[in-house]
């Protein structure tokens, strides 16, 4: 018995892995990983050859008896990289050849691993074709700061007037940094320094605050952002007009529906913002007054939340914040010495 807590990168890529293995296993997780969907990963692995025995069809706890496993050449229906790379670990265990589609790009750190550890993987146009033919040998990973981790405080630096930010060795991938591309449409100044290519690129980020214009993000935008959309409607209650965040409807499935929980928040405190099926209208900008808001156990919530309250006029309290320490703990600590 596995236990992912609240990692749905885990679960999803370790259904990849144990679809290949011979013996017989289960995962499981907390109480909102259990509500997320895992039919999105279960169904091409199945198609591989894969056996899954999951709750209701889709979700955990997911039984996996590991098999022998076929190629596949498979059109992702979402661009999700955690079901991208499920498939990659498991097309690993075939000396065939595995060709996943993607129509709309989405994180590429699973095939840079690969290929940096001598994996056979290649991309041509919107197809990844991999094979088990090649032996992966270990490498030695120097792993740079997450962006998204680092988007709360460069979103914090852009909203304050007057300051000024740097945070340094911070990973770059181009798959990852969609939120530096959307703050400098909305105006905001970003300087790259110190870049440079290892297995993933990195560098030092440095932010200026001022004036934002708004932004209108449509669903080709979003795998780049996905993270990041919290802050982005946060941005925008403080930019000068109305933006629109359309074809986000993956939100609905992450921690929290993330969609509602932005909106009902950010409305909290004064915000304008409307929920959309697939996503949300904000019009700015709008002084922030404190509040008492609910993070309802979503990690990226609760430090958007933060960052909202650190703008906002008079107390805000944030509640379940212990959901943070998921993928951040130290986040107040740096967000106290800031």
């Known amino acids: 018995m596995l236990n992912a807590e609240n990692s749905g990168t885990t679960a999803r890529l370790i259904l990849g892995i144990l679809s290949r293995l011979p013996f017989f296993s289960v995962i499981t997780g907390d109480n909102s990983l259990r509500r997320r969907p ?3 990963v279960i169904q091409p692995l199945t198609l591989m050859g894969g056996k899954f025995w999951a709750r209701q069809d889709r979700f955990l706890p997911v039984a996996v008896k590991g098999n ?10 979402i661009p999700s990289a955690q079901v991208k790379s499920s498939i990659i670990l498991a097309a690993l265990s075939i000396s065939e050849y595995s060709t ?41 990973f120097h792993v740079p700061g997450d ?15 007057g300051s000024t930010l740097t945070i340094k060795n911070v990973g770059l991938n181009p798959t990852r940094t969609g939120f530096i591309r959307v703050l400098e449409k909305m105006g905001a100044k970003i300087k790259i320094n110190q870049k440079r290519e290892e297995w993933e690129p990195r560098g030092d980020i440095e ?18 952002v996905i993270d990041e959309i919290p802050l982005i409607a946060l941005l925008a209650t403080q930019a000068e007009g109305e933006s629109r965040i359309e074809g986000a409807e993956e939100l609905r499935v992450k921690e929290s529906d993330r969609i509602k929980t932005t909106v009902d928040n950010l409305r909290l405190m004064g915000a304008n913002i409307q929920e959309q099926p697939d996503g949300m209208i904000i019009k700015g900008p ?12 979503d990690h990226r919530i609760a430090m958007m ?5 650190s703008i906002a006029e008079g107390e805000t309290i ?15 600590n740096l967000l106290k010495d800031i």
């Open 38 to 40: 895992m039919d999105r």
């Open 305 to 309: 939340l933060s960052i909202a309250g």
């Open 100 to 140: 996943i589609i993607e129509p709309i790009p989405s994180r590429d750190h699973t095939e840079r691993m690969i290929k940096y550890m001598g994996g056979d993987i290649q991309k041509e146009g919107n197809k990844i074709i991999v094979s088990g033919k090649s032996v992966l040998r270990g490498r030695y």
């Open 318 to 332: 944030v509640e379940e914040t212990e959901c943070v320490n998921i993928s951040f703990p130290n986040f107040f």
């Open 207 to 224: 932010i200026e605050g001022g004036k934002l214009s708004p932004i209108a993000l449509q669903r080709e935008d979003i795998p780049g």
């Open 68 to 77: 022998k496993l076929s190629p596949i050449n498979y059109i992702l229906p």
């Open 147 to 161: 962006f998204s981790s680092a988007a709360f405080f460069i979103a914090l630096s852009v909203l304050v007037k």
């Open 286 to 297: 709008v002084a922030l007054k404190g509040n008492r808001v609910k993070s309802n156990g």
